[in-house]
């Protein structure tokens, strides 16, 4: 087997992977019981979001989805801090 076959091979295993992943983080994002279960099931959702569009971009050769993974990865840090602030102080701006 060569180097770009495994690849391949290994890329889609972590795409499926992922996807799976991402259906259980979204059944926690909608049942979730609590507020903090929510905010902890969107923060890993982008997470997974943001490695499926590293997957994507390994698999084509693509730079933008790198690119559009470092955007995404910033705004979910951001908006989860946010978030957790509120949620501990009830405003986010003092």
Excluded: H
Excluded at 6 to 35: D, E, F, H, K, N
């Amino acid at each position: 087997m060569s180097a770009l076959v495994i690849l391949g091979w290994a890329i889609t295993s972590a795409q499926v992977m992922l996807g799976l992943a991402m259906c259980c983080v979204t059944y926690r994002l909608v049942a979730g019981p609590r507020a903090q279960d929510r905010i902890l099931g969107l923060d890993t959702l982008y997470v997974n979001a943001m490695l499926m569009l590293v997957t994507f971009g390994i698999r084509t050769g693509g730079t933008l989805y790198f690119e559009a993974a470092l955007v995404i990865g910033l705004l979910g840090f951001v908006s989860t801090l946010a978030l957790a602030k509120f949620l501990m102080r009830g405003e986010v701006i003092e």
